[in-house]
């Protein structure tokens, strides 16, 4: 920051509070900026300003997050939801949703089969950045 430089966050990971503990570790504290911005979340999914607010965002369209529920249903295999809201969702947690609390990541939330169907469908269930 001595040099104007602004210092924005670029990561795979969900938004959250580590990302002031990195910029305390790499001596960039200055203030006017809130607890997610400016920063790059998921992979480039969600791109957010100084303040916070999602200026850019990808998102998973219904159709999408049923068939990989059902893929996932017939397969038995877990899956989680990086969700708008900065959440993580799932049909039910267990040991696999489980590792996500080592990495700091949100913890997932159990919202069920017929939750996670609802993903992305702007009934009752937010939107979806990637599964």
Known sequence: MRQNITFVMATGKARGGWVQDVRKELGFTDKGFTINGPGVFIQGLLVCDQNGTAVKQLLLPNPAVKLINAFSDRHRL??????????????????????????????????????????GSGRGQPDVYKM
Do not use: K
Request: some cysteine.
């Open 78 to 119: 877990t899956v989680i939801a990086y969700t708008t809201g900065d959440g993580i969702a799932c049909a039910q947690t267990d040991q696999y949703t489980d590792i996500l609390r080592v990495y700091n990541e949100p913890v997932p939330a159990s919202i069920g089969r017929a939750g996670m169907n609802l993903l």
